[in-house]
């Protein structure tokens, strides 16, 4: 695979000029470039530049508001809404998570349904955001049909991510933001870009017959992993980020979509607790002592310690040089 090295600002400075090329405002823009460079800056390359063309074509097509203005309401002192006004999701998040942080410190629990959106980014921005001001988060969103429930081969479930941040005080917060499915489709689909084979389990072809070649997989179905457990769980994902919220679950999702290659309207359930409340003020000594063991455990990583480590690399990122083609040739302005 070749790669060209980006700086990071580099980095930001063209997806913030593709989307601004392709419609978005400068507040849309700033706000989507940013968590892409972010994604890029940790080492989670299938939510970085990755998705830049996803965006553009979205945009391109009028699915999504390119203009949008998201509008934050309270349904009552702990249960706040954002209508997303059909932009993507980032943006929502910057005018909704700090009054969702400030409703669950005061009250001990709050809950933010965010709808009309179109979520294309990871999950671990916005739990990442709640855990960094003392708060356990969890969060998830579906998306359109790509995954088989357990025991079929047809797929209904989207790969259905859940994101959970617990606040840690000396440390940043522990996160983890993962797929339900074996593999996140992202990920299926840069291995069949650079020509490399996937997990068995991760998916079926076609036929419905399992395979570890992700093209025959993009094909086909991704499979939950863990068997029934994850299958559950991303049934679970649907009713939360679907009906909870007063959106639609993913094959809805999909029915309505334009199939422009961007992200669905979907959307996202985020939940916000204060364990300053629940607990009292010795939580931090128990969850501490805990983790500190976990940590100690032979073989055992801690989840996001891959990223945190990334993001202390300030230097150039290595970018897919066909990737980078493709976004200066196509979707930039000539």
């Known amino acids: 695979m070749n790669t060209a090295s980006l700086s990071l600002d580099e980095i930001y400075a063209l997806a913030h000029k593709a989307l601004l090329s392709a419609g978005a405002s400068e507040e ?3 706000a ?7 994604a890029e800056r940790d080492g989670s390359h299938s939510h970085g530049l990755f998705r830049i063309p996803g965006y553009v074509a979205s945009l391109r097509s ?7 203005d998201p509008k934050l309401s309270m349904r009552s002192p702990v249960v706040l809404h954002c ?31 965010v709808t009309r959106t179109h979520h294309f980014a990871a999950l671990w921005p916005e739990t990442e955001a709640l855990g960094q001001q003392g708060l356990v988060a969890i969060a998830c969103v579906s998306y359109m049909p790509s995954v088989a ?5 047809e797929a209904l479930y989207g790969t259905n991510p859940l994101s959970f941040a617990w606040p840690r005080p000396k440390s940043p917060p522990l996160v983890f933001d ?26 079926l072809n076609a036929d419905g017959e399992s395979t570890t070649d992700p093209k025959e997989i993009i094909k086909g179905v991704l499979l939950p992993f863990g068997g029934h457990k994850g299958s559950h769980i991303a049934m679970m994902i649907e009713l939360l980020a679907g009906p909870l919220v ?22 996202e359930f985020i939940l916000a607790m204060n364990p300053d409340i629940l607990s009292g003020d010795e939580w931090h000594d128990q969850s501490e002592a805990f983790l500190e063991k976990l940590d100690a455990l032979e073989g055992v990583r801690l989840p996001a310690e891959r990223r945190y480590r990334n993001r202390q690399d300030t230097g150039p990122r290595q970018i897919n040089s066909d990737l980078l083609e493709k976004i200066q040739t196509t979707l930039l302005p000539t």
């Not at 009028?62 to 949008?68: P, S, T």
């Not at 429930?149 to 081969?153: D, E, K």
């Not at 993962?178 to 991760?202: C, K, L, N, S």
């Open 28 to 30: 849309h823009a700033d």
């Open 32 to 38: 989507v470039a940013d968590v892409v460079t972010r």
């Open 62 to 68: 009028g699915k999504v508001n390119g203009n949008a």
């Open 83 to 113: 209508d997303g006004d059909l932009g993507y999701a980032p943006l929502a998040h910057r005018r909704s998570l700090d009054a969702l942080a400030k409703a669950a410190k005061e009250n001990g629990v709050a809950t933010l349904s």
């Open 149 to 153: 429930p357990f025991g079929a081969s």
């Open 178 to 203: 993962m797929a339900t499915a074996a593999m996140a489709m992202g990920d299926v689909q840069i291995a069949a870009r650079d020509g490399h084979p996937v997990p068995a389990g991760t998916g």
């Open 246 to 267: 007063g959106e639609t679950v993913s094959f809805s999702s999909k029915e309505r979509d334009s199939s422009d290659g961007g992200p669905p309207q979907g959307g």
